[in-house]
C-alpha cells in the first residue's frame, strides 16, 4: 500500500461518484431503484477490490483510505456507499477465510461488479442481540443444511452471494456460530419483500429465507468460535467507514446550505449576511471538523494493526449524532427549498438515522465504551463507597 496508490484510488472515486452517482442520486430515490446498476462501473473503477492485492485484481490501499471513499461516496449517496462496501467486504473475507477454490469460484466476479454480495447477521427476532440469532446450521453427509430467516440486510434485494451467519448448536451462543457462503440461485434460498426504504433505496435492504438450503463442506467461511472473533474484528473497519460516511454527508450538506445561503435574500440581504442564519454553518463545521478527527484516529489504528474497539466505537458515535444534529440543522436553515427531492438533505438524514443502527446501534456502542472504566483502586488517597 502506498500514498500513490491512495491518492489515485480517492481521485477515481470523485470521477465515479461525478459520473455515476452524483446526477442519478435523485432518480434513484424517487424511482426507489437499489445500487444494483452502479456495481459494473464501481468495479471498474476498483471500489469493490479496496483492501484486496492486486495479485488477485484488487487495488489493496490503506484502510484510511477506504474510510476516505466511504466519505466521498456518502456525499452523493449512503446507500450506494453501503451497498458497494457490503459487497466489497464479502470479497474481502472470501479472500482472507475461504478455500482457495472457493475464493477462486466467486473473486473474479464480485471484484468487476458482476456479482454482488452481502453479510446477513440480522433475524426478525435478534437484531443488537446477535449471538441470540435461531438460524440453524445441521451437520450433514457433506456439509450442512440451513434454516431459518434474515431481515433488513444490506443489498439483500438483489444479492447474487450472501455470507449467512448461523448456530449450529443450540444453546451455545456466540460460541456456536459459524458463517457459511450461500448463492441466492440455489433451492432453497427465497427472498423476501424488501422493507419500504423510501429515501435509503439504494441500500437494497430485504430479507431472505433458507429451508433446507445444502451448503457444502468447503462452503462453511468461518467454523464456530471463530465467526463471531472474526466478525467482531472487522466491525472496527465497518464502525469507522460509517462515521466517515456521516462526515461525507454533513460536508455535502454545508456546501449546499453555504451556497443557497449566499444566493437567497431575505430582508434585503443574502441569508448568510444574518449572524443569526451564518452561526449554523459555523456550528457544523467545527462538529464535522471533530468528528473528521475521530474517523482519521480510528482508520490510523486499524491501518497500524492496534487495537481499534473503543476508538472506532467513539468515532462512530460521535459522527452519527453530529450529522443527526446538522443534517437536521443546515436542512432548516434552508427553509422551505431544503425538502427539495433536489437537494440531498431527506435523503441524508435518513441515512444518518440508518447509521444509527448498523454495525452496532448507538447504545450498543455506548455499553462498549463504557466497558473501558473499569473498577480500579482508589487513587490519591481517595476511598470509594
Ligand atoms: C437499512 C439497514 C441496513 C442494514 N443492513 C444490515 C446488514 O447488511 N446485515 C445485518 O446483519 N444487519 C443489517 N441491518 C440491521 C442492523 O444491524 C440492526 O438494525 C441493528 O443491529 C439493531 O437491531 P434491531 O433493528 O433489531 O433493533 P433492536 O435490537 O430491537 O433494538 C431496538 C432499539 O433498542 C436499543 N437497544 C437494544 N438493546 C439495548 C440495550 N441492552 N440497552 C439499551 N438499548 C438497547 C437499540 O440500540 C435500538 O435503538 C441493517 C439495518 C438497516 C436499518
Avoid at 445500487?35 to 476498483?46: K, N, R, W
Avoid at 472457493?102 to 437484531?127: H, I, K, M, N
Avoid at 435518513?350 to 446501534?361: F, I, K, R
Amino acid at each position: 500500500m502506498t500514498i500513490q496508490a491512495d491518492e489515485q484510488q480517492l481521485e477515481r472515486t470523485r470521477e465515479f461518484v461525478r459520473v455515476q452517482v452524483a446526477p442519478d442520486a435523485s432518480r434513484r430515490w424517487s424511482e426507489r431503484q437499489t445500487s444494483e446498476e452502479v456495481h459494473l462501473a464501481a468495479g471498474s473503477a476498483g471500489l469493490l477490490g479496496l483492501q484486496l492485492p492486486a495479485s488477485v485484481g484488487g487495488v489493496g490501499v490503506s484502510f484510511a483510505c477506504k474510510a476516505q471513499v466511504a466519505a466521498i461516496l456518502a456525499q452523493a449517496d449512503f446507500g450506494v456507499a453501503m451497498s458497494l462496501i457490503n459487497t466489497h467486504n464479502v470479497a474481502e473475507q472470501l479472500f482472507r477465510l475461504a478455500a482457495p477454490g472457493l475464493a477462486q469460484r466467486y473473486l473474479p466476479d464480485l471484484l468487476a461488479g458482476r456479482l454482488s454480495a452481502c453479510t446477513a447477521l440480522t433475524e426478525p427476532s435478534a437484531g443488537s442481540d446477535f449471538a441470540a440469532i435461531q438460524t440453524q446450521a445441521v451437520a450433514v453427509p457433506g456439509g450442512w443444511r440451513l434454516d431459518g430467516a434474515k431481515t433488513w440486510i444490506t443489498n439483500a434485494l438483489h444479492a447474487d452471494l450472501v455470507v449467512v451467519y448461523a448456530q449450529t448448536r443450540v444453546g451455545a451462543g456466540a460460541a456456536g456460530i459459524a458463517a457459511f457462503v450461500v448463492q441466492a440461485q440455489r433451492a432453497g434460498f427465497k427472498r423476501s419483500p424488501g422493507p419500504a426504504m423510501g429515501p435509503v433505496s439504494t441500500i437494497g435492504a430485504g430479507g431472505f429465507e433458507l429451508q433446507g438450503y445444502l451448503c457444502r463442506e468447503d462452503e462453511m467461511l468461518s467454523p464456530p468460535g471463530e465467526a463471531f472473533k472474526d466478525i467482531l474484528g472487522a466491525i472496527n473497519g465497518a464502525r469507522t467507514y460509517v462515521g466517515a460516511m456521516c462526515c461525507g454527508m454533513v460536508s455535502e450538506g454545508l456546501q449546499v446550505a453555504s451556497a443557497w445561503g449566499h444566493a437567497r435574500q431575505a430582508f434585503g440581504k443574502p441569508l448568510h449576511g444574518h449572524q443569526g442564519w451564518r452561526w449554523c454553518l459555523a456550528d457544523a463545521a467545527i462538529e464535522l471538523e471533530a468528528a473528521q478527527l475521530l474517523v482519521a484516529r480510528a482508520a490510523e489504528l486499524i491501518d497500524a494493526g492496534r487495537d481499534a474497539q473503543s476508538a472506532s466505537a467513539k468515532a462512530k458515535v460521535f459522527a452519527t449524532r453530529m450529522a443527526q444534529k446538522h443534517l437536521a440543522a443546515l436542512m432548516h436553515a434552508m427553509g422551505a427549498e431544503g425538502l427539495g427531492e433536489n437537494y440531498p438533505f431527506v435523503r441524508h438524514l435518513a441515512s444518518a438515522q440508518v447509521a444509527g443502527l448498523v454495525d452496532g446501534s448507538t447504545e450498543m456502542l455506548l455499553e462498549r465504551i463504557a466497558k473501558d472504566f473499569k473498577a480500579t483502586a482508589s487513587s490519591q488517597g481517595r476511598t470509594t463507597p
